[in-house]
């Protein structure tokens, strides 16, 4: 708590002489106000508010060996340079495109379940609602890197489980599913208890007026209960979209395994590649800059869908 | 509804639906959907739970068994001597891999649910110069994805001399912009301005108010957001993975995911990936079972909004 006291004296304006007693219960809401907010807004702003700024600045330049190349690197200022290198890098494409499909069949797919099962678990005839939802929630609980661990063992050729599957989940053409499954059998759960919660919040009259009427269950569920909890569907929605672009563990976990993922596989891979491996920070960073861009442009279409439906 | 690969594989499903929505209105129908809906739910949870029971059954086979015995099926119970192993592995790195992710995790899932709360209340209750221009960049570092800050945090530590630190994986973590958002839910929900009031007019400090009357009425809603925090650090791998290179500072995900990188060549750490996975797993479960009403009601109250 001593770390707060720099940003507290810059942000309070000077005090200006004693004030009487409501003026001085303002004053101190005020600066309690700051004081519990100086920790966290520390932390935004030095955590992401600067690395952002810095990425930005970063991928404007690119390190060029100066003169004869004897006193090494030193970063040259090449405006868009790195945006265009990348935007025509060819690997890059074919992340956008592996990254593209996964989220086109993974969310669909995983939240259509969290969803069907939500209803499911709130019909009036289920038994042991808490067992069901705790026992499909755990996987949440489970580290990514283990998901993918415990999966792609699955996956290997004496498991088991792959002689059941008409392809090979590790070949090339195998792998998507394979990691679609990964991340679903991860996310189902937990969207599925965020639905779940969001449908006990629907009010019980309201589901005995459509009863009286002779809705059916099925009917209830798609015509009362869905449209209520649409908002909650948007919020795990935007999340969810946000989390797949970002997909990186799950491919490098099964680069371990199979040739089949590419060292620049998703996105976040290629910013990996690109920075930690290349050691091209200008264009890890352009990357890095394109792939936020993309996250936000697609949440911000999400909450204008949503603001439109709810009108 | 739409079936993953592996529930899909199990014919039942699509059979029985198809036969309930048929015939919705005949004698006994209830009884039918009942049936279908619960037969729905078992192939669900088995579809979450196998894998982990696949992991129990694997983590007590020897390298020998572990290719020969199928999946789900008990080989000659090795657990003990894969215990040991993983434990004597390189002088007992695992050890230090536990104890990290339980310091990584553990404090910083106290130390950032305390500061998620103190921000979420000051923004609830409080006015201060700057509240609602914090509010949004926090609902902004929401949306920010964290594979996009970790090449600058990672060059920002290197020039403050923090790189392949404790800090530089500590600190980031404990960032929790989501935390804050329902952490001031659960302020205006849980905290009557009336009793703020009352405390105001006994003559108590606005942060003595915070510690004694506020923090004890968010509490059920500050496990929630401990527990989402911890389990979102335990499980981080991107900003280890950047930041460390020591291997007695990484966290148990970060050091299996090394290990597993050498199970092709070497199949001797097969067990070992597959039995410390196991560790790792076994307390959040653990944990979300005991504290299961907790978290739910921390849900239901963020959710509601």
Known sequence: MTVLTPERATSTPAPAGRAGAPVRGRRGRSRAGLVLAAPFAILLTVTVLVPVLYALYLSLFTDRLSGLGFSGPRQAFIALGNYADVLTDSAFHASLVNVALFVLIHIPIMLGMALGLALLIDSAVVRLKRLWSLSVFLPYAVPTVITGLIWVYLYTPNSGLAGLLPFDPLGKSGILPSIVNIATWQWVGYNMIIFYTALQAVPRDVLEAARADGAGGIRTAWSIKVPMIRPTMFVALVFTVIGSLQLFTEPLVLRGFTGSVTSTWSPSLYVYEAAFIAGDYGRAAAASVLLALVSALLSALVMRLSARRSR | ?305
């Not at chain 2, 198809?18 to 919705?24: E, K, L, Q, V």
């Not at chain 2, 592995?89 to 230090?96: K, M, R, S």
């Open chain 2, 1 to 305: 509804m739409t079936l993953s690969p592996a529930a899909a594989t199990s014919e039942a499903s699509p059979r029985a639906g198809g036969s309930a929505t048929r015939n919705p209105r005949k004698a006994g129908s209830r009884w039918t959907s009942r049936t279908v809906v619960h037969v729905l739910l078992v192939l669900a949870s088995l579809y979450a739970v196998l894998p982990l029971i696949w992991l129990v059954t694997s983590a007590t086979k020897s390298v020998g068994d572990f290719s020969t015995t199928s999946a789900f099926e008990f080989g000659e119970w090795n657990l003990g001597a894969n215990l040991g192993a993983l434990f004597t592995q390189e002088n007992g790195v695992f050890l230090a891999w536990i104890r990290n992710s339980l310091l990584y995790a553990g404090l910083g899932a106290v130390l950032g649910s305390l500061i998620c709360a103190g921000c979420g209340y000051a923004i609830a209750k409080l006015d201060f110069p700057g509240r609602r221009a914090l509010f949004a960049a926090t609902l902004a570092g929401v949306l920010v994805p964290t594979t996009a800050l970790a090449l600058p945090l990672y060059l920002l530590a290197t020039q403050l001399h923090v790189v392949g630190t404790f800090w530089a994986v500590f600190i980031p973590l404990l960032t929790n912009p989501f935390g804050v958002y329902l952490a001031r839910v659960y302020a205006d929900a849980a905290v009557p301005g009336e009793i703020l009031e009352a405390a105001r007019t006994d003559g108590a400090g606005e942060l003595r108010t915070f510690f004694t009357i506020a923090l004890p009425m968010m509490r059920p809603g500050l496990v929630t957001i401990f527990l989402f925090q911890f389990v979102g650090i335990w499980n981080n791998f991107f900003l280890p993975l950047v930041m460390l290179t020591d291997p007695k500072l990484f966290p148990m995900s970060l050091g299996l995911y090394q290990w597993s990188t050498r199970v092709t060549q070497f199949p001797q750490y097969s067990p070992l990936v597959i039995t410390g996975s196991l560790l790792a797993v076994v307390p959040l479960v653990v944990a979300f079972v005991l504290l299961h009403r907790q978290w739910r009601s921390g849900l239901a109250a963020g959710s509601v909004k």
